[in-house]
């Protein structure tokens, strides 16, 4: 707590100091944010959506090795990192079913599902410079964008923010740090392209958690004529990171950089040489056709594969994961007076063929085959939205989506060969909200949204080899209120949300005797919440030496519960959710000098989390804080940044990625200690900026 108190002082006495230097200079404002999400391309302050943009800029304040820090900004919003290179997003406490990977939260990049159709998002597959914004939806969106319930990433690279030109940055530090990134940006207004690669590197904080990463993407948008658009986007990733395994608190405690030990008749980390092989491929290609002013249509089609390698202490897995699919949608928006009305009906289909293999580990390859199972997965969904604006005060939507998948599942190994499927049909996603604005700096919204979320194919087919389809899919509605309020001209934004999720048949991930992940239905939650969000901008005009001033805060305050749960002999109702503190603000101050030099500030906290259903386990709350000091000039037509920074300067002890429900007690993975990074970017400047 001390902590805290300390970080705000310094905080907001460098704001009253500042301010009350130069009150006078501060005519700029903070720049208007445009949200994209349900089609509507309205300001932030006109929207219903409990949505938060993460720019380039925000990301851009860390060493770029992961987009960690900069999610864990947002209200609501909690990413992890269990060793470098596996992540969990956790978005009102979506990662509840989530012992790895990102699971019930729907990413789109420029248009493109990402979210393959078995549920899963392999979202460690992107790199920093894949992406110009992030627009994060907190709750269910699935009345446009199908199953899922936990939110929504919507992430673009070839928006407003694009700029013809080149760069290079290079990053060292910590642990072996050594990133590289590189971007060539060229064509004008009507035909813009990037081309991008990145390599991320790093021997990690523990043992065993050797990581490397290369990127390439290529991305362009074509004006054919007045009516059509087309664009075209290509990500390939190759990555390799070891997985160190989860301690117990006595190890944790004795050695929290040790990898996990040999157990009973289970090999270390290190002997099974547990890591994961990873390859991503994707390309789509995206048409725009411009039928009148008032009516367009985006089609977007694109091809996927995975492969993924991962021998563990278990056993050794092996998937070929391709797959496609596509989307559409037609939007009608027709003036009149100083009302609009718009229209948005579409559709999205993705089909999969998964093959998985599961064998015994021996000593890092594959021994004995254990199961050969083909998995097909379809999944679709047609969705129809009204949006009615009368006179920019009163701002109605409704919109639903129906939505069905499919999932069979062949095991190839035994014989006779049984195909076991289920089909999760029918479900209907509806959604509406209100805003109400008053003037221009003022709105008050509220959104009712239910969705659901049939289960991945991770939970299908776990790693305890037992093909699951009895499982049933979560559904869940959310009842949201908010406002939203501009003060002195437009340099102070306020938010502040309340929201109440009642989610049905939960899956929640549980451990065997051999630490194998298996999966339940736990009955209902009941999540509540309140989300506050501020970012203020002080800028000075006839200040010789200071230039301008940001300030953001978000805080975080959850009261998740088990509703009616049995699980054998034990009832959990009532109990807190594992996974989710309860508590957690952020803090983010950014100090830019007339001379290039800038300065930025990020402080994290997180309350204490249970680590099992029935809250007899819990981690300590922690307190991070993180600096960069850096200069930044021009020279002709180049652009320098030099730089250097250090995260986790308190040295806290702490784990970040528990395993939730972990069998004999293995549910910490430690994060890094105190660390320090130095870097370097060279921008080759063109003449102007193109912007869409």
Known sequence: MNRIILAVFLFTGSVQALGQENVS????????????????????????????????????????????????????????????????INIRGSSLRSPFG???????????????????????????????????LKGPAGSMYGAGTGGLLLMQNLESLWKKGAELEYITGSYGLQNIFTSYHWGEKENRNTLSYAHNQSDGYRDHTKMRRDNFSWSSKLKINEKQELEGHVLFTDMYYQTPGGLTLTEFNANPKQARPAAGGSPSAETAKAAIFQ??????????????????NTTTFYGAFAEIQNPTFRNYERRNEPHFGGRTSFNYTKDWNTNTIQLVAGGELQKAYFNTQVSKNKNGNPDTLQTDDDINYTTYSVFLQADLNISDSWIFTAGASLNKSTVSITRLNKYPVLEQSRSYQGEI???????????????????????????????????????????????????????????????????????YFQLNNALVVR???????????????KQKGIELSADYSLFFR???????????????????????FQKDATNYSGNKLPSVPSFTTSILADLQFKNGIYLNSTYYHASSIFLNDANSVETKAYDL?????????????????????????????????????????????VAPAKNWYVGAVVQFLSSGTNKK
């Open 511 to 525: 451990k065997d005797s051999s630490n194998a992940d298996y999966y339940v239905n736990a009955g209902d939650t």
């Open 542 to 564: 006839n200040s010789s030496l200071l230039n301008r001033l940001n300030l953001s805060a978000a805080q975080t305050l959850n009261d998740f519960t088990y509703g009616d």
């Open 279 to 296: 390859k991503n491929f994707l390309a789509a290609i995206t048409h725009h056709f411009y039928f009148t002013n008032d009516f367009k």
């Open 102 to 136: 990102v699971r019930n939260v729907k990413v789109y990049w420029n248009n493109i599902p990402v979210t393959d159709p078995g549920g899963n998002t392999y979202f460690n597959q992107f790199a920093q410079n894949n992406f110009l914004t992030i627009e994060i």
């Open 625 to 669: 804080l993180g600096a960069r000091i850096g200069w930044k000039f021009i020279i002709k037509k180049l652009g320098l940044n030099i730089y250097t920074g250090a995260d986790n300067l308190f040295d806290e002890v702490y784990s970040l990625g528990n395993d939730i429900n972990a069998a004999g007690g293995r549910y910490y993975n």
């Open 25 to 88: 200079d501060s005519a700029r404002t903070l720049p208007e944010i445009t949200v994209s999400a349900f089609e509507q391309n309205r300001s932030q302050m006109a929207s219903a959506a409990s949505i938060r943009v993460v720019t380039i800029g925000k990301a851009d304040r860390y060493n770029k090795t992961s987009l960690v820090s900069g999610f864990n900004t947002v209200a609501g919003v909690r990413m992890e990192e269990r060793s470098p290179g596996s992540y969990r």
């Open 429 to 499: 996603s509806p959604r509406i909200s209100l805003v109400k604005r008053i003037g221009k700096d003022f709105s008050l919204f509220g959104s009712i949204a239910k969705g659901f979320s049939p289960p991945t194919t991770a939970e299908l087919l776990p790693s305890t080899g037992v093909i699951s389809t009895f499982l049933e899919a979560e559904e869940g509605t959310n009842y949201e209120v908010g406002s939203r309020i501009n003060l002195f001209k437009g340099k102070l934004r306020l938010e502040a949300i309340g929201f």
